[in-house]
């Protein structure tokens, strides 16, 4: 949904940074994208190159887009990763970020240099992508891992189906 929103030229040559499994970069793929599509992720899933967002292995202007989905907030130096960004970014590129919850949201900000106080609204996103969700036990489970927590789930309670909205920004200043 998030690909549909930017509707991406398929001649563009896209970095897709904190790439996870790759799940943007097949589905470029499987869309039949005909530029050069790279995801990079520190613990890379299949067909994800292993890659820190601070120091991207690339050139200067190697890229038409880069992408942050669901990534800056989690991030040890946003300010560093965005510099990168920056710099293999191609001139007239774009970079693209998404979250979604106030951590994500306060995180990108403050990344920006646009830090927000407790009740400060952000400014009004570019895009805002409403995404279908299921949350199975199993789920639920690995999420509460990635907090550092360890829990009995009760299968009873699963699935759950809700909706996400992903509020995307440019973040070109």
Known sequence: MLLDALSLSPALDVLDVGAGDGRLVRELARRGHAGRVVGVDPTPGPGVQPASAEAL???DASFDVVL????????P???RALAEARRVLRPGGQIWGAAHGPVHLRATWAALGQSLAPGDTPPKPAL???????VTGDDAR????????????????FPIRDTAQLLVWSLIP
């Not at 942050?68 to 991030?75: C, G, M």
């Open 68 to 75: 942050f989905a669901r990534v800056l907030a989690h991030l």
């Open 142 to 157: 690995f999420l509460l891992g990635t907090y550092g927590q360890v829990a009995d789930v009760p299968g009873h309670l």
């Open 128 to 134: 805002t992508v409403t995404c279908p969700l299921t």
């Open 77 to 79: 130096d946003q300010a």
């Open 57 to 59: 292995p690339f050139p």
